[in-house]
């Protein structure tokens, strides 16, 4: 009887390590995609810092949805000193939970084709692109359009060339300018700002309650004339969310893109062109957060200075950092203001 | 139009077949064409896959090249059947065509060593041709001819007599996904020139396609718009005369010497 025991004790054992090691090989083979959905903060006083802040991590294993919660493991903040303040930060809960509903969208694609965006990335971009519209046309309802910048070059309209006439719900029509946008290589500066503002004045005819700009930003803006207080205010006076999905590969200014992207009520994501294995989760499930009631994770933070430092338009930028695969964290830059 | 064209060819080939086979005129043999020169139209420049993706199209002049098994592959069996200076000719041959499109990465045509960026599909021809022999005199007697051509293609007759050694998975998903988009049937006129030599012929024919290519018309991807061949074909007669017409000749004979 003791032998038998001992003998489905060991046999369960092995079948457990089985289960494991299976467990494991799934998990290191897994890809994600993730971003930072919005920031908002709860409460302050002059030493604390409460604020939430709503992320997604989509798994590839899970069909694109939301991975478990505990495969992630906690969120956490790097601690940091300025000068004679240090400040220190806490995760107090990590909740998962839908956005609200925002119904169909409109939306302008705007891409990125500055002289220093990789021209390795455009078979890529492209394909994430065509996903993305391809999905939004196909849920009855969306309108959309394309849109690309690139000062100089072959881009024909300066700042910004939109590839339709008007917002339309067909994405087959912009299959061969994304074809041609992907062959050709641009030259000239990405006046980014001058062409999200542009984009933002032509958003004004469009009465839909859900506008959107998903910009797939490549570089630095070094040729903006625009200041990017005035474009934040003017969108959200009109109601307009800027999605930034930036190129993590190369150069760029998080601290600008996620200001505007959070300040606006839009999504900021860091891609890998050079793995590739981001942008087409993403892409797939594009649609469904512009649409809303999207499942999230919400992570509070309690962030406590040693100082009396934290008062109305205290502002922070720092970035979300993740566990998702051993020894490589993952990190999401991320804009608050009190 | 193109099913009844295809039942009417058919129909003409079951019935001119046999029929030749007791005929006094009638000769058969085998087909293969040595040279082959084709072209593929398209009407965008670029080609739109399922996977999101697209392929640039190439300079859509004609490619050509010697036939092999590994290349293009024309081949198969005639039967002709003389009337005065006209003839009658039905063909069935086996046929494996490729066009290429650039590739993406390098923004050039590939190298005709490697088959990777090369849209192949195999199908079964069914020319019927009529034509004039010019000087009947002559040992090497001159011919023209004109005709229509039934292709049945790759989704007919499946991969049974795919050639091409397609390696990799996507060429090979990306050849598949273009091929559904084209009609199993295909029809072309043909004409050429030709020289018989003892009831063997060799033969330039042009090939011009007359029916769609494309199950659906999508005016945001490329349709095929044409599709032009020019084979350069060599006949092999096997039986000069049917039984029936050698006894008929050694009657006409006997009763001339007797």
């Not at chain 2, 896959?49 to 640039?56: A, G, I």
Request: charged share 15%; glycine share 6%; hydrophobic share 35%.
């Amino acid at each position: 009887m003791i032998k038998l025991r001992r003998l489905l004790l060991s046999l369960s054992l092995i079948l457990t390590f089985a289960t494991c090691k299976q467990a494991t090989d799934d998990d290191s083979t897994d890809t994600y995609s993730n971003g930072i959905l919005s920031v908002q903060t709860v409460s302050y006083n002059a030493n604390t810092y409460i604020f939430k802040v709503r992320y997604f991590v989509l798994s590839a294993n899970n069909s694109n949805q939301l991975i478990h919660s505990e495969t992630g493991g906690l969120p956490s903040l790097a601690n940091f000193s300025s000068g004679i303040t240090s400040y220190t930060f806490s995760c107090t809960s990590v909740s998962t939970l839908s956005t609200p509903p925002s119904g169909h969208h409109s939306t302008v694609l705007l891409l990125d084709e500055g002289k220093d965006a990789p021209y390795a990335d455009a078979p890529l971009r492209e394909q994430s692109s065509r996903r993305f519209l391809k999905t939004s046309g196909d849920d009855y309802g969306n309108n959309f359009t394309l849109a690309a910048f690139a000062s100089g070059g072959l881009i024909p309209h300066d700042p910004v060339s939109i590839f339709s006439n008007g917002f339309i719900t067909n994405a087959n029509v912009f299959d061969i300018p994304l074809a041609q946008l992907h062959d050709t290589e641009f030259g000239g500066t990405s006046p980014v700002l001058h062409a999200l503002d542009s984009i933002i004045q032509y958003f004004k005819g469009n009465a839909s309650p859900n506008k959107n700009i998903v910009l797939m930003s490549t570089d630095l803006d070094d040729a903006s004339p625009v200041l990017e207080d005035s474009l934040i205010n003017r969108a959200v006076r009109n109601h307009i969310r800027c999605h930034i999905i930036r190129n993590s590969d190369s150069e760029s200014n998080d601290l600008l893109l996620s200001k505007i992207a959070i300040k606006t009520g839009g999504l900021i994501t860091p891609v890998q062109y050079l793995v590739g294995t981001d942008l087409p989760i993403l892409s797939s499930r594009l649609n469904d957060i512009l649409k809303g009631n999207f499942q999230c994770f919400e992570a509070t933070f309690q962030m406590k200075a040693n100082r009396s430092v934290f008062y109305s338009g205290y502002s922070l930028f720092a970035y979300l950092q993740l566990q998702l695969n051993p020894g490589q964290p993952t990190y999401l830059p991320f804009y608050a203001q009190i | 139009m193109a099913g009844i064209l295809k039942n009417k060819i058919v129909l003409y080939l079951l019935i001119f077949i046999p029929g030749s086979f007791f005929g006094q005129k009638f000769t058969w043999g085998v087909t293969y064409t040595a040279f082959s020169a084709s072209q593929m139209k398209f009407d965008q420049q670029y080609i739109i896959l399922n996977q999101y993706d697209s392929y640039k199209i190439g300079p859509q002049n004609f490619h050509y090249g010697i036939t092999t098994l590994l290349n293009v592959f024309n081949s198969g069996l005639f039967f002709n059947y003389d009337y005065r200076h006209c003839y009658a000719k039905a063909e069935l041959n086996f046929q494996e065509n490729s066009f290429c499109y650039w590739d993406p990465i390098t923004q050039r045509v590939p190298e005709n060593a490697s088959f990777d960026n090369f849209f192949a599909y195999s199908c079964m021809e069914l020319p019927v041709s009529f034509g004039i022999k010019l000087n009947r005199s002559r040992k090497i007697k001159p011919r023209l001819f004109g005709g229509i051509t039934c292709e049945l293609g790759e989704s007919t007759f499946g991969n049974v007599i795919s050639l091409l050694p397609i390696n990799q998975t996507t060429d090979h998903a990306i050849n598949s996904e273009m091929i559904s988009r084209m009609k199993s049937a295909n029809f072309y006129a043909h004409a050429g020139v030709g020289a018989e030599f003892y009831s063997n012929f060799v033969e330039l024919r042009f090939e011009q396609s007359i029916s769609n290519f494309n199950k659906v018309m999508d005016p945001y991807n490329a349709n095929i718009k044409s599709v032009s061949m020019i084979h350069c074909v060599f006949g092999f007669t096997f039986s000069q005369k049917s039984y029936a017409s050698r006894r008929f000749t050694r009657e006409i004979n006997k009763e001339k010497y007797d």
